[in-house]
C-alpha cells in the first residue's frame, strides 16, 4: 500500500483523526439547536399554564394542565381577527411588491444595457449596509405629511426597496444559460416576456428563499408599524399584541405567550412549506462574480 493512501485511511477508520472530531461537532450542532428551539418550547409551554406555574422559583417546563384559557383571553382582550387581517394584507402587498421590484431591478441590472449599471448595483450593495433605523425618521416625517399615518400605505411604501432581494436575484440571474435567453431573444419575446416566461421559472428556488424573508420581516415588522398607526382598527399582530400588556404591570405572561404562539405559528408553517427550497434560492450564484 502506498504512503498516499495511507493517511486517508487512517482518517476513516473508526477511532482515527476523522471520526475523534464528530462528537465535539455533534456537541456543537446540539447546542446551536438548542439556543434557537428552546425559547419557541418555552413559549408554547408557558401559553398553556397558570401565571402561579410562570413564576416558580424552579423551573416548571411542562403545565400541570393544557387548558386553553390563556388562547381565549388572548382572543377576547384584543381584536385578533382585525389584527390577522392587517398583517395578512400588510405582508401580502408588501412581500409581492419586493418581490417584483427585486426580480424588475435584477433583470435591469443583468439583462439590459444600463448605463453606470456597476454603480447601480454598487449602491445596492451599500444599502445592504445601512440600519433601517438610520432612515426612520426621514421616512416618518414625509409619511407624516403626506398625511398617510394610520393608513396602509403608510405602513407598506417606505419599506418596499429591498437590497437583499435585488442582490440576490441579480447573483442568480447571472448563472442562468445564456442560450435560453439567446432563444428568446430569437423568438422575438420583449423584456416582460423574457422575464415572467422564461428567467422567472428557472428561478423558483430563489424566488422562494426572498419571499419566506420577505414575508417574515413584513409578519414581525414591530417598530415602523408602531410609529405611523397608533388606532386599534389598523394595528397589525405585533403591535396589538402590546396591548395584551397590563398598564399596571402585572401581566398575565400566559395570556402574553397565547397570543405570541398564534402570531408565530403563520410564519412556522410558511418555513415548513418552503423549506426544502431556502437553502438552494440562496446559494443559487454564489459563485458568479
Given amino acids: 500500500m502506498s504512503n498516499a ?79 390577522f387581517a392587517n398583517s395578512l394584507l400588510v405582508t401580502v402587498i408588501g412581500a409581492g411588491l419586493k418581490i417584483l421590484l427585486g426580480l424588475t431591478t ?27 433605523q438610520i432612515v426612520i425618521i426621514p421616512n416618518y416625517t414625509l409619511v407624516a405629511e403626506l398625511g398617510w399615518l394610520n393608513t396602509y400605505q403608510g405602513i407598506i411604501l417606505p419599506g418596499l426597496a429591498s437590497a437583499f432581494g435585488t442582490f440576490l436575484f441579480r447573483q442568480h440571474f447571472l448563472s442562468l444559460p445564456q442560450s435560453v435567453m439567446e432563444a428568446a431573444v ?54 396589538g399584541l402590546t396591548l395584551l400588556q397590563n398598564n399596571d404591570g402585572v401581566t398575565n405572561w400566559g395570556v402574553l405567550m397565547a397570543g405570541t404562539v398564534l402570531i408565530t405559528v403563520p410564519v412556522l408553517a410558511l418555513f415548513f412549506v418552503l423549506q426544502r427550497r431556502i437553502v438552494s434560492g440562496l446559494t443559487a450564484g454564489a459563485v458568479t462574480g
Avoid at 447546542?31 to 399554564?49: E, G, Y
Avoid at 448595483?121 to 433601517?132: C, E, K, N, S, T
Fill in 186 to 239: 430569437l423568438d422575438g419575446a420583449g423584456h416582460l416576456r423574457r422575464l415572467f416566461q422564461f428567467v422567472v421559472p428557472m428561478s423558483a428556488p430563489t424566488i422562494a428563499a426572498v419571499a419566506l424573508v420577505s414575508v417574515v420581516n413584513e409578519w414581525n415588522e414591530y417598530l415602523w408599524p408602531l410609529l405611523v398607526v397608533d388606532r386599534a382598527e389598523m394595528m397589525t399582530l405585533p403591535v
Fill in 5 to 83: 493512501v495511507r493517511p486517508a485511511l487512517t482518517a476513516r477508520r473508526p477511532g482515527g483523526p476523522g471520526t475523534r472530531r464528530r462528537p465535539a461537532g455533534y456537541a456543537a450542532l446540539a447546542a446551536a439547536v438548542a439556543v434557537m428551539i428552546l425559547p419557541l418550547v418555552w413559549m408554547m409551554l408557558a401559553s398553556f399554564k397558570e401565571p402561579d406555574e410562570i413564576h416558580t422559583v424552579r423551573i416548571q417546563w411542562l403545565p400541570a394542565g393544557w387548558d386553553l384559557s390563556n388562547y381565549a383571553a388572548a382572543l377576547e382582550r384584543v381584536p385578533f381577527g382585525a389584527f
Fill in 106 to 132: 435584477a433583470y435591469a441590472l443583468v439583462f439590459l444595457d444600463v448605463p453606470f449599471r456597476k454603480v447601480f448595483f454598487a449602491v445596492v450593495i451599500f444599502a445592504l449596509l445601512v440600519p433601517q
